[in-house]
T-cell receptor
Framework: GENVEQHPSTLSVQEGDSAVIKCTYSDSASNYFPWYKQELGKRPQLIIDIRSNVGEKKDQRIAVTLNKTAKHFSLHITETQPEDSAVYFCAARDWNSGYSTLTFGKGTMLLVSP | NAGVTQTPKFRILKIGQSMTLQCAQDMNHNYMYWYRQDPGMGLKLIYYSVGAGITDKGEVPNGYNVSRSTTEDFPLRLELAAPSQTSVYFC????????????FGPGTRLTVT
């Protein structure tokens, strides 16, 4: 099955700085890579995703890049704001008995200081 | 639409007790999932279902059972609760088409003492 490693586990930045979170995956058959944001005590919510036929995707201040050869993908947040403080999870599509599931990384706690 | 709903929000169980965590979705999604989230460990898949009557094990199924008699409901059963099952449980669903986004419920915080 799929194995997803995520780094760093904690990331502290000043407001306005950029933040980068990196993930690696093991299964070359994975073709879908979402990122979820989870605020304290809340449910995970999708913030951006990328498919294997695309190298980069942007949505306002967030972007995701994918390197299929190296099997890694990254989340980039520019001009960080205090409301960006949360736990961020990367995930990769896994195939179980021919059906699609997600394998998640362990999460990165992002702290943005005013 | 209410989306994905879960009950209860909180529960304390004694060791050896049993309970059912309820999950329902009103988006007519075929796929439904149960995850557990332990501190610092991300989300681990317990069981999933691709439609009514079809379920399969995920990464950490031991100590749990599921059923899927309708498209809307996907209950998770804990038999003989153990302290290791103390966790936050999330249910999620997605459609069977090309859209891959999983929608999560609000979670159930379970403590076994």
């Amino acid at each position: 099955g799929e194995n997803v490693e995520q780094h760093p586990s904690t990331l502290s930045v000043q407001e306005g700085d950029s933040a980068v979170i990196k993930c690696t995956y093991s299964d070359s058959a994975s073709n879908y890579f979402p990122w979820y944001k989870q605020e304290l005590g809340k449910r995970p919510q999708l913030i951006i995703d990328i498919r294997s036929n695309v190298g980069e995707k942007k949505d306002q201040r967030i972007a995701v890049t994918l390197n299929k050869t190296a099997k890694h993908f990254s989340l980039h947040i520019t001009e960080t704001q205090p409301e960006d403080s949360a736990v961020y999870f990367c995930a990769a599509r896994d195939w179980n008995s021919g059906y699609s599931t997600l394998t998640f990384g362990k999460g990165t706690m992002l702290l943005v200081s005013p | 639409n209410a989306g994905v709903t879960q009950t209860p929000k909180f529960r304390i169980l004694k060791i050896g007790q049993s309970m059912t965590l309820q999950c329902a979705q009103d988006m007519n999604h075929n796929y439904m999932y149960w995850y557990r989230q332990d501190p610092g460990m991300g989300l681990k898949l317990i069981y999933y279902s691709v439609g009514a009557g079809i379920t399969d094990k995920g990464e950490v199924p031991n100590g749990y059972n599921v059923s899927r008699s309708t498209t809307e409901d996907f209950p998770l059963r804990l038999e003989l609760a153990a302290p290791s099952q103390t966790s936050v449980y999330f249910c999620a669903s997605r459609s069977a088409g090309v859209l891959d986004e999983q929608y999560f419920g609000p979670g159930t915080r379970l403590t076994v003492t």
